[in-house]
T-cell receptor, first 114, second 111 residues
Framework: NAGVTQTPKFQVLKTGQSMTLQCAQD?????MSWYRQDPGMGLRLIHY???????DQGEVPNGYNVSRSTTEDFPLRLLSAAPSQTSVYFC?????????????FGEGSRLTVL | SQQGEEDPQALSIQEGENATMNCSYK?????LQWYRQNSGRGLVHLIL?????REKHSGRLRVTLDTSKKSSSLLITASRAADTASYFC???????????FGAGTRLFVKA
């Protein structure tokens, strides 16, 4: 099993551009989530999903969209990138649909917005 | 806002010594988890302790939970240089779904 796979690993955007960070897991996990990590602030939850077709907001959802059309994939969309969205983004999944189990993380996507 | 806060922010010890990291949180929890992150990598789950548990062990790791004080501690015994990493506590509230992370403790183990 590959676990949780994130692409791309690195991306540079200009302010106002849009892009999608991809996340895929091959563990048949119902629960998936996106976090961003900024220096000195730990990880902050952006959005999460408890199954195909079901998503909800986390702590810092503004500026980000998600959808979940399959169990395996949970893409994160930035519609109009801002410098404040420069961060490292992590996707995570859990076997528990309510997120009560351990989280399995991808290796991260480092995004720079100029 | 962050639920968990780790203390200390950074810790430097010699190989073979024990390392203790503390975590405080604000609201009632379903469980508390500890994760490890090596520089530039994703987080790796270490241990999960449920709200009705007081202590849990896994290899050289010992986690305690005091729900009355809303605090937890992670003890790494006989530390090794390879334990050098950032350690995060994370809490899941009683409503489920949202695991919230603290800012982490940076541990440096000198060989």
């Amino acid at each position: 099993n590959a676990g949780v796979t994130q692409t791309p690993k690195f991306q540079v955007l200009k302010t106002g551009q849009s892009m999608t960070l991809q996340c895929a897991q091959d563990m048949n996990h119902e629960y998936m989530s996106w976090y961003r990590q900024d220096p000195g602030m730990g990880l902050r939850l952006i959005h999460y999903s408890v199954g195909a077709g079901i998503t909800d907001q986390g702590e810092v959802p503004n500026g980000y969209n998600v959808s979940r059309s399959t169990t395996e994939d949970f893409p994160l969309r930035l519609l109009s990138a801002a410098p404040s969205q420069t961060s490292v983004y992590f996707c995570a999944s859990s076997y528990s649909s309510s997120g009560t189990g351990e989280l399995f993380f991808g290796e991260g996507s480092r995004l720079t917005v100029l | 806002s962050q639920q968990g806060e780790e203390d200390p922010q950074a810790l430097s010890i010699q190989e073979g010594e024990n390392a203790t990291m503390n975590c405080s949180y604000k609201t009632s929890i379903n469980n508390l988890q500890w994760y490890r992150q090596n520089s530039g990598r994703g987080l790796v789950h270490l241990i999960l302790i449920r709200s009705n548990e007081r202590e849990k062990h896994s290899g050289r790791l010992r986690v305690t939970l005091d729900t009355s004080k809303k605090s937890s501690s992670l003890l790494i015994t006989a530390s090794r240089a390879a334990d050098t990493a950032s350690y995060f506590c994370a809490t899941l509230g009683t409503g489920g779904f949202k695991t919230i992370f603290g800012a982490g403790t940076r541990l440096f183990v000198k060989a």
